[in-house]
């Protein structure tokens, strides 16, 4: 989520709305297409690989009153889809005092790295 606000291609508000369920599903609101999506979740993916992140799946629940029922990001809600976008990437192992510091450091330096790839293809 946080790469998609960095790189503007959703606004905190719209978030907000989609969190609350006033929002169908997420791609609805992303500025962009599902081919920019797909090339900025598998860019993730990598650079996640690459700084040795593991796959750590979250749950996203709808927000407020009311049931609190799964949100999808996706129009077509196909699980492997869903899958992609609802993971987040931690550090394997590191010190316990250590753990959010380098996990945020990590994750700072793939948003970094991403957003300038993302500059440089003009995607």
């Not at 750590?56 to 629940?61: E, G």
């Not at 609802?86 to 316990?96: D, I, M």
């Amino acid at each position: 989520m946080k790469v998609f606000l960095r790189l503007g291609a959703v606004s905190p508000e719209q978030v907000e709305e989609w969190r609350l369920g006033k929002v169908p599903y997420l791609e609805r609101v992303l500025r962009g297409n599902l081919s920019q999506f797909n090339f900025i979740l598998s860019l993730i993916r990598q650079k996640a690989r690459e700084h040795e992140l593991k796959p750590s799946h979250t749950a996203y629940v709808k927000r407020g009153k009311g049931p609190k029922r799964p949100l999808r990001f996706s129009k077509t809600g196909d699980v492997a889809m869903e899958q992609r976008y609802s993971t987040h990437y931690v550090t394997t192992n590191p010190a316990p005092a250590e753990t959010e510091k380098s996990s945020g450091n990590a994750a700072a330096n793939i948003e970094a790295n991403i957003e300038a790839q993302m500059l440089n293809s003009g995607t």
